[in-house]
């Protein structure tokens, strides 16, 4: 059983249901002072404790997503890759040793409000590991392609790539069941409101449970080469993708707002538009990110400060937007940030900043989910549309 399945959860919810009911018939039987009597009743104990724990300790991972899977708890660090995949028919079943490999990892399963239909109808979310060369790390995504992928008249066309980031900890589950993005996706799709785009739904936390902040940790996990080199490269190796970086964009929530922006700032030749709701514009030093995640390195941590970067950097050639609401607890950052960035793009015209404020709402997914449909849009108007075609078979 996987690690998020809910069949495990139900399997230690009646464990200790049995426990407990076994206790408190065989108690009165084991009331005995001997030792091995009373070691059944450690035993017993145990059982229904540890089954208790567990149930308690899956249903936090499954709502936060510290791990995704078995590899993840039990290797941590990532699993190091030694096996590069090749080309293969778009669309065809993966080969052994392909970068990109299905899974049941992730919990789609228990999404009910998903469309229904055929894929050339509404589209298909598959949940898929990938694995990455450069970085070493490992992860599962959700892959959300539109319904044209699948219509054979589009058989040679590649599309534009969204990379769809969450806050931290949570799974990418969250993207789907708390944010709602294919579903979204399809509905502004099917209304001419967003062109057809490959989706790719992630979470910022590669290396669990550890907060990177997308970012290559001196002495750890390397999240930046994972998302700015490795992922682009396996997606690109699998599917029908545009090769042009103007085709691609990254976009996220919370943390994964901040990853966004950040990975596109440092990175606009591989994503070249942002898109970031509720946003931090520094790295924080908590527990979260191990108290100091440069290890002391000044450089690195000024480098990935958002607002330095615009103050002392060469401006990146991006488009970004920048979400939020006036009642939220950022937005007093989130207008200091603009306000450098509009000194940053009236010298520099090839780097832009738009804005979007709603009137209230907290750091939710209430509120994420009302400020997403306007933020696909503005990435929809930014994504280039693929130029390159697949060759003739």
Known sequence: MELTSRTLVYSLIALAGLGLVATLWLWPKLARQHPLVMLCRIALLMVVQLSVVGVLGLALNNSY??????????RPGGTPLSLVGSEHPKGAAPKSGALIQPTSEGGLETIKDLPQGRPEEVGRVDSVRVTGTESGLSDQVFVYLPPEYFIPRYARERFPVLLTLAGYPGPSLHLVEGLR?????????RTGKMAPTVIVMARPTVAPPRNTECVDVPGGPHAETWFAKDLPAALRSTYRVSRAAASWGVLGYSTGGS?????????PGVYPQAAAMHADYTVPNDRWTDGDLFRGDQTAALNSDLNWRLRNLPAPKVSLLVV???????????????????QVADAHPEFRADSLFLDDGGHSFETWQRELPAALEWMSDHLKPPQDREPRQ
Not at 181 to 189: G, H, I, S, Y
Request: with cysteine; aromatic share 12%.
């Open 65 to 74: 997503g510290f791990y995704t899977s078995w590899n993840d708890l039990l």
């Open 181 to 189: 993005v294919p579903q979204t996706a399809w509905d502004l799709e």
């Open 324 to 342: 939020s609401t006036r009642t939220e607890e950022d937005y007093a950052a989130t207008q200091q940030f603009l306000a450098t960035a509009q």
């Open 259 to 267: 990853c966004a922006l950040r990975l596109s700032m440092r990175n």
